[in-house]
């Protein structure tokens, strides 16, 4: 099995920063599978946020985010980090990191077999 456990969620205010990150273990995970975050605001469906190809080389955005997020992965330390920049009250959500037993890139939600628990983000106005 594989376990991936969020970290790095809190209280910001507009303009600011946050970094996420998202710890991978079990004997089963491979560098080799694509990452991404989604996330899910109350009343709202989880909705894609990035993606990382396996070795970092490709990564995807959803246009809400696109210059201001970077995801980025460190596959020796099976990590998959979020760097937040330019905060916006319309940020705040449940952030999940997921994983996907191949290296092929997908924004679908239902493409990833693997989830966290979810990490809050609050962006104050």
């Known amino acids: 099995q594989v376990q991936l456990v969020e970290s790095g969620g809190g209280l910001v205010q507009t303009g600011g920063s946050l970094r996420l990150s998202c710890a991978a273990s079990g004997h089963t995970f491979s560098s080799s599978y694509a990452m991404g975050w989604f996330r899910q605001a109350p009343g709202k469906e989880r909705e894609f946020v990035a993606a990382?190809?396996?070795?970092?080389?490709?990564?995807y955005y959803a246009d809400s985010v696109k210059g201001r997020f970077v995801i980025s992965r460190d596959n020796a330390k099976k990590t998959v980090s979020l760097q937040m920049n330019s905060l916006k009250p319309e940020d705040t959500a449940v952030y999940y990191c997921a994983a996907r037993k191949t290296s092929l890139v997908t924004q679908a939600r239902h493409d990833y077999d693997y989830w966290g628990q979810g990490t809050q983000v609050t962006v104050s106005s």
């Open positions: 990382i190809n396996w070795s970092g080389g490709s990564t």
